[in-house]
Structures are given as C-alpha cells and as structure tokens.
C-alpha cells in the first residue's frame, strides 16, 4: 500500500470527520483477535469498525485500498521493510538484520534470529538525519529524546524516503490534540482512567506545611487565571499582603508572576517564587516593595531576608534595557540581594548537544572524551544549580525566609526551588513526596513542559533540558547520600522517558490552566496513576526514612559526576550485568518471603502442637475418670523420638473415649478442627509449602524471559515469589498472597503460577 497516498485520505477522512477524530483512535485498537463486533456487523477487512465510524466512510475506505493492514503486535502497520539492518555504534561490524514496521505510535525493528524489538516511540524521536547513500543501501539516523541513537539501513532508497517522510509527520505533531495519550489506552484492566488524577491537591499539600495560618492565607483572586495565567489557582500569600499590592506587584512582574509562598519550613523561613521585576533602571513599585516586606514579616526570627536571582549579573544587567531587571536593595527595605550565575536555557541546550556529541564518538580515547565533556560545560551547569539551591536550602536552615526568581521565574526557578525542599524535607524525598514536588513546583507553577520538551512542532529555541537538569541534579544527591532517597535510579529514568513521551496527560501544556482547558484529566490517563502500579521497581534497597531531617550537597568539583545510565543509557557493554540496587531490593524480598514463610510454618506447628497437647490433656482426663489408672509407659529417658513421641499420641487419641470429636467424625487428619488461628486444614499444608519457593533462581547469566524478551541492562528482572523464576516486567503483572506466607501480604507472581493457584481455589 502507498503510505503518503493513504495518510493523505486518511487525513482527508478525519477532517470530514468530528474534531473529536474517533477514526484515527478506532485504528489504532482495532485488533485481528476482536470476535465480536462492537456493535451491528459493520466490518472493514474482517475487523470489527466502532459504531461511530459511518458505512459512507467504511465502504469508500475500501474502495480505495482493496488491501488489508497488516498487523504487528496488535498494531496497524503503516508500513513494513525487510533486510533492514541496525547499526549499533559499539556493533558497526556486524549489524543486526531484521524488519522495519512503522504503525502509528511506533517503529518496531524485530530481529528475526534473536526475537528482541526495538521499540521507538514516535514521540521520543528528536530528531531524523538522512546520511548519504551507502553500498548497503539508504542509512536512516534517528536520535530520541531517550538518548537512544540508532541508524537503520533500508535497502531501497525509496523506501527509506517514506519512512522518513511519514516519521517526520508523526514525530511532532503540529496539534496538541494529536499527542499519543489521546490515543494510548493500556492493557485490559491495567489501570482505570481516573487513577492518579487526583493524587495529589495543591491545598493538601500546602496543608502538610500548616498553611493556612496566622500568617499565610489562600489568595483567591487566581480563581480564575485573572492574577496571573500561568500560576494555580490556588496562591498563598502573606495574611498582610492586600488587594492593592497582589494586583500591583503582579502588573509589576514579569508575565504577572506575583512572589507566591511555594514552602513554608518549620522554622518559620519561607521559599516564595517570582518572576522579574519591570523595573527597568529606574522604575518602582511601591506595593510590591511592601509585598516582599509583608513576605519578610510572615518570618518574625530575622529582621531581613534574600532575594535571590538566579541568573548571573550580567543576563540580569541586560534585561534592565528591556524594561526589566533585579530588586534594588536601596529601595525595599531589609532584603539581602543575591545573584547566583545559572545559565539560560539556550546555553543549556547547546551544553546538552555537546555532552551528546561527546558520547556519540565513535570508539573515543580517554582525552576526546574527558575534552568534548569538559567542553561542553554540562558538569558545571549541574554543580551551580546544586549551589543556587544549597544557598537557598541552607539560608531557609539557618531561619532566613528567600524569594527566588530567574527571567519569568519558571525554569531556573523551579530547579532551585525544588531542589532546595529535597535538601530540607524528607517527605520530597520520598516516592510520594518527589510526584508532589513536582506536581507543585513544576506542573502548577507552569514550568512550559510541551515546549521545553519539543512535545509539537515548536520553536527550536524554545526547547531546553531544564527538567533532565533537574532529574540529574536529583540523582547527583541520590548518590551522595545513597540511604535519603526511597526512590532509585529507574524512578528517575521512568520519569524523565515520560515526560517525553506523552503517552500520559500528566506533562502535556505548559501550565495548570493549559491542562483544564484541554480536559487532561477526563480525555487522558495519568502517569501517576501508572507508576502507582509499578511502586516495587523503583525502590531503592538502602532507604533509611527519616535518617536526617535535611541533608546538603557536596559542591566539591570531585562530588559531581557524569550520569551515564541516563545518557549512555543504550550503549551496550558499558553497565553492569545486573544493577547493584536490584540484587540487593531482590536478595531482600527473598529473605522476606523467606521469613514470611517461617513465621507461617511456625505458627503452623505451635497450633499442631496447641491441639495434640489438648487432646492428651482431654484423653488422660477421660481415662482417669473412667479406668483408675493409665498404663505404666517406658521412662521418659527412652522417649526423647519426636516419630515415637508422635505416634503415641496418636494411638492414645485412637483409644480414646468415643465422645472425643475424632472418635466421632472417623479419625483422620482431614477432620482435625484446629483452634481458631489457623482454620485451614491440615491437608492444606502440602499446598502451603509448595506456594513459597524457597529457591530463587539466579540472576547470572539469565538472558531471557519465559515470553523470550531478551533481558538486557535496564530491564528489571523480578523473581516469581512462588516458582522461584525469573520474568520480565511484563510477564508478572499479578499480585497475589500465598498460602504459605504468615502476613497475607500480595506478592507478585508470574501468570502461570497465578493460574494455577485460581485452580486450587475455585
Ligand atoms: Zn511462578
Ligand atoms: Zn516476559
């Protein structure tokens, strides 16, 4: 089928159609396997067509393409290239050949041999390079978002034109309607729709600081996006602040960015974010003057407070010439003014490209490498928002309240800003608390997640790595201070992939008014909602909660490190087999079942013994009332057997009276009633030890799952709690407790064992 000549009636098809565009969303999930139609007995090429989808539109669709799709995995393959050959950078000798399949949401390369894919989000494309024509055929070089750099050779240069066009119209889209997760629908009874959405509430989160109080109240002026458009809702400022002086000091700001509480510690020092002042030169504004005094007064410890710019003195001196500027310490009273040297977003994003051309060296000695690093600046761009942020954290430590702004106080703002609460508080250091951060500091705030992150076709310029900045400086802490984080490395990874790719509402739009306009929470699932599912991969094994109340960032040169696993991330050869964080979270979950399982027989065994002693108590009883005195027994010196003990007793409970409940229900295990603690019988014990492996297989040199997806570096390999197996992520979806296990906990199991045990217990 002509793929450019499809997409255009199929473009034609949705344009006719609601804006809604429910064909394209009937595309993508319809499915070979679908038996029954949805509704009446339309059908396009066998498959099942959505009620919605009118006959007028079914019958012409077929008319023009007498072919049907094909299908890869349940996806509508827009087209398919065989002999295509994948060129690893660290692998240029011998490339992998297998078949290219390009559906709507993705490019899959399979390997025939091997049965591992490829899978590439469109989404996650950066961007697409066509090289020069080759003796092999038409090289294709695709970067991703991910950091994952792949070039396919497609024999035909024709071929691999179409690919291209057709990845170039899909990567980015020119909508926001068209992003991914208006289409993505997860596994059946994965997660439901409203899952995650309402994890997190700016005003329970503001509640957690104590706020409101006597100082701080809700602004309710932002209700509806009349203050400033790109703040909440919800704004705290000072009790004193008045009406005046929020709408003053909001003309009086950047993009009406008004100072704001963001956190309140328990000292009493407070974090409250800003943009620029207009003050040009020369201009003041009274009220806003009286607002940061107002800001200073809510802190009754200190007689000053800091503000603090971000940006280095000179980017600040130059936008004085646009009518904006700094605070001048001459003019409000008791502020101690700082500037602080992060960079703006264009020298990021040019820092960003270097450190990628840098890793995309083909086999590099040690000085290329240690030289394109060291040139690209990506280490000291890390380390001064780590000191931006250590100022702020240690001066709101020591009891001084600081009001934070950059340019239009959402990208260097909301580094420093969060970064410094991760430093302070523990609870943002948590799983929970790190979501809301973010939720609060970068969602609702308005840190411009669809153009920093290139989400539609945007201005180039507009993109920047801000948000991976953060993430890098999150994971420089992380391994300076290893036991402060709940979270690991694959939490970080999952998120920053997420960002990216769309597939969730969570980070489309560039602030909170953005994300209702476009019903994210109805039309949409949320990432959180997702990860809520998936919590036991991202714990970090050395998480000691509470350890510290606040910890500080080690700024020597030393202490800061490059982060391969985030942007070497799919070289292979250069990680460890297995990630040290994964044995150990694995080692300990299997010494828990293990423990589990001895408490359990433990327990098993007091209640065999709680009975056979009742019993015997019963018996001598019984036989003391009715003979005048038991059998004379060997001395106990002869009986220290437990068998001989044992059987004994058993053959005194079977001379017993015939009012003894065993006599009465025919003596067998089956009917012995065991008091209340454990009501399962006893036949059910075989069943119980064989419910918890008690051998878990190693993880060495296990290189594929049962489903044959090959592990490789950043796979995580999850044991079977009741085989004792390895499987991969997808393979042990379920969570079930064991019979064999004291605390009833649900633990995860592969689908064959769940199976089984559905069996067992109809
Ligand atoms: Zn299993
Ligand atoms: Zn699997």
């Not at 806003?288 to 800091?306: F, G, H, S, V």
């Not at 992060?342 to 240690?370: D, G, Y």
């Not at 602030?511 to 959180?528: A, I, P, V, Y």
């Not at 714990?539 to 985030?566: H, T």
Request: overall charge neutral.
């Amino acid at each position: 089928m002509d793929f450019t000549r499809f997409m255009n009636k199929f473009n034609e098809i949705e344009r006719q159609l609601s804006p809604t565009s429910a064909l394209r969303l009937s595309f993508d999930n319809i499915s070979p396997e679908t038996e029954e139609p949805p509704d009446g007995n339309k059908r396009l090429w066998g498959v099942p067509v959505p009620p919605f989808v009118s006959d007028k539109v079914v019958s012409w669709i077929e008319e023009e393409f007498n072919e049907a799709p094909v299908y890869y995995n349940g996806n509508c393959v827009l087209k398919k290239v065989e002999n295509v050959r994948m060129i690893d950078r660290y692998n240029t000798k011998n490339p992998t050949v297998g078949t290219l399949y390009l559906t709507a949401t993705h490019l899959i390369f399979v390997e025939p041999d091997s049965n591992k894919e490829t899978w590439i989000l469109h989404m996650h494309v950066a961007n697409i390079e066509k090289l020069p024509l080759s003796t092999t055929g038409s090289p294709l070089l695709i970067r991703c978002k991910t950091f994952l750099s792949v070039t396919f050779v497609i024999p035909k240069d024709s071929e691999c034109h179409d690919v291209y066009t057709s990845l170039i119209k899909l990567y980015q889209p020119v909508s926001i309607n068209k992003l991914y997760c208006f289409n993505y629908q997860p596994a059946k009874d994965d997660f439901p729709k409203n899952a995650g959405w309402d994890f997190f509430k700016l005003d329970a989160e503001f509640k957690h600081m104590l706020v409101p109080n006597d100082n701080w109240t809700l602004c309710s002026m932002n209700e509806k996006y009349e203050l400033c458009d790109t703040y909440p809702r919800q704004i705290y400022v000072p009790k004193e602040a008045t009406t005046l002086m929020l709408i003053s000091s909001s003309r009086f700001r950047s993009k009406g960015r008004l100072p704001a509480l963001t956190y309140l510690h328990n000292n009493k020092a407070s974090i409250c974010r800003c943009s620029q002042p207009l003050s040009g030169f020369s201009a003041r504004c009274l009220e806003d003057e009286q607002m940061l005094e107002a800001i200073r007064k809510t802190n009754p410890n200190t007689d000053y407070m800091y503000v603090v710019d971000t940006r280095p003195r000179i980017n600040a001196m130059a936008n004085r010439a646009a009518g904006k500027g700094y605070e001048n310490e001459a003019f409000y009273e008791n502020i101690k003014f700082h500037f602080l040297g992060i960079e703006n977003i264009h020298v990021q994003r040019a820092s960003l490209q270097k450190v990628l051309e840098a890793c995309e060296q083909k086999s590099p000695t040690m000085s290329a490498f240690m030289n394109a690093l060291e040139s690209s600046g990506w280490l000291k761009h890390i380390r001064s928002i780590l000191d931006t942020s250590s100022f702020i954290a240690n001066a709101v430590d020591k009891g001084v309240s600081v009001v934070v702004h950059c340019s239009d106080g959402w990208d260097r703002t909301a580094q420093v800003c969060s970064l410094a609460q991760l430093m302070l508080n523990p609870y943002y250091r948590t799983i929970k608390g790190f979501q809301a951060l973010i939720e609060k500091d970068w969602l609702a705030f308005g840190h411009k997640f669809s153009e920093r992150c290139g989400h539609i076709q945007t201005d180039a310029r507009e993109v920047s790595p801000i948000f991976t900045q953060f993430l890098d400086c999150t994971w420089q802490l992380m391994t300076q201070r290893n036991d402060s984080f709940e979270f690991n490395e694959r939490f970080l990874l999952i998120l920053h992939d997420h960002v990216h790719s769309c597939q969730f509402g969570t980070f489309v739009g560039n602030c909170e008014k953005d994300r209702l306009d476009l019903k994210l929470s109805e039309r949409t699932f949320s990432l959180w909602g997702f990860m809520a599912n998936h919590l036991n991969e991202y714990i970090n094994p050395l998480y000691k909660p509470n350890v510290d109340e606040s910890i500080k960032a080690n700024l020597a040169p030393q202490c800061i490190k490059f982060w391969r696993g985030m942007y070497c991330r799919f070289e292979s050869g250069i990680h460890p087999r297995e990630p040290l964080g994964d044995l150990l979270l694995d080692s300990k979950e299997h010494c828990n079942s293990l423990e589990d399982h001895v408490q359990h027989l433990t327990k098993r065994i007091a209640s065999f013994k709680n009975y056979i002693s009742k019993s015997a108590k019963k018996l001598q009883d019984a036989t003391t009332t009715s003979t005048t005195k038991a059998p004379k027994e060997p001395t106990t010196s002869e009986i220290n057997d437990n068998k001989y003990n044992y059987d004994k007793k058993l053959s005194e409970l079977s001379a017993a009276d015939d009012d003894h409940p065993l006599k009465a229900n025919n003596m067998s295990f089956a009917n012995l009633s065991l008091n209340a603690e454990h009501t399962s019988p006893p036949q059910a014990l075989p069943d119980e030890i064989n419910s918890v492996a008690v051998d878990w297989k190693p993880m060495r040199n296990v290189t594929t799952c049962s489903c044959s997806t090959p592990f490789d570096q950043f796979s995580k390999k999850t044991h079977c709690w009741r085989c004792g197996d390895i499987f991969c992520e997808r393979c042990i979806d379920k969570n079930v407790a064991l019979p064999g296990h004291d605390s009833g906990k649900a633990v995860p199991v592969c689908r064959g064992c769940f199976r089984q045990m559905q069996k067992q217990s109809p």
